[in-house]
């Protein structure tokens, strides 16, 4: 299993930034995809940003576009999202994801919570 801690979140107004880290440990490997989700109160569970391991090529939700940034940091096994721009509708909890063959199973982590006050 890999294991995830989400930090960076906090509560933040509106217009202002954050920086989302998500450290990864445990038995890393096959990792093909690595990528952020957000639930926001009474909400499901919903994928704002992506990418892709062996091409860095990134995805990102209709909302967070224009606004947020997936990157990483092989060497210490980190995927960050840089937030920019911030609204209330970005508000909830915060979780990546690392995805690949051997990892169906493998645990969501705490998350981080982003709040927005409107």
């Known amino acids: 299993q890999v294991q995830l801690v989400e930090s960076g979140g906090g509560l933040v107004q509106a217009g202002g930034s954050l920086r989302l880290s998500c450290a990864a440990s445990?038995?890393?490997?096959?990792?093909?995809?690595m990528s952020w989700y957000r639930q926001a109160p009474g909400k499901q569970r919903e994928l704002v940003a992506g990418?892709?391991?062996?091409?860095?090529?990134?995805h990102y939700s209709d909302s967070a576009k224009g606004r947020f940034t997936i990157s990483r940091d092989n060497a210490k096994n980190t995927v960050y999202l840089q937030m920019n721009s911030l609204k209330p509708e970005d508000t909830g909890v915060y979780y990546c994801?690392?995805?690949?063959?051997?990892?169906?199973?493998?645990?969501w982590g705490q998350g981080t919570q982003v709040t927005v006050p409107s």
């Open positions: 994801n690392f995805e690949g063959p051997g990892h169906e199973n493998d645990c």
């Open positions: 445990g038995s890393i490997f096959s990792i093909a995809a």
């Open positions: 990418m892709i391991s062996s091409s860095g090529r990134t």
